[in-house]
Nanobody, 120 residues
């Protein structure tokens, strides 16, 4: 059974920091690209940051220089360090694990989400 369990969300003031964690089980973690998505109220879910199985990263422009995604394969965990948080970062953050198989099929798994609220 595949599980992605997020933690680390909460309430923070503008300019503050949070670190999200996502612990994976039931998958060969090393083979998966991992991503953090977010969905604000009334908006579509968007990819915030992603890290490949090889460690390459990419970010949406609005978080570049403020957020850092990383992974610890030994702990089967992916992190999102969020600094200089802004009001517009408020959203539910979801962890995603994705793997494209040679057959063409795709394994795609989601966590339950963790709320991040930036408010003064």
């Amino acid at each position: 059974q595949v599980q992605l369990v997020e933690s680390g969300g909460g309430l923070v003031q503008p300019g503050g920091s949070l670190r999200l964690s996502c612990a994976a089980s039931g998958i060969f973690f090393n083979l998966y690209a991992m991503g953090w998505y977010r969905q604000a109220t009334g908006k579509q879910r968007e990819l915030v940051a992603a890290i490949t199985s090889g460690g390459s990263t990419n970010y949406i422009d609005s978080v570049k220089g403020r957020f850092t995604i990383s992974r610890d394969n030994a702990k089967r965990t992916v992190y999102l360090q969020m600094n200089s948080l802004k009001l517009e970062d408020t959203a539910v953050y979801y962890c995603n694990a994705n793997r494209a198989r040679r057959s063409g099929s795709v394994d795609d798994y989601w966590g339950q989400g963790t709320q991040v609220t930036v408010s003064s």
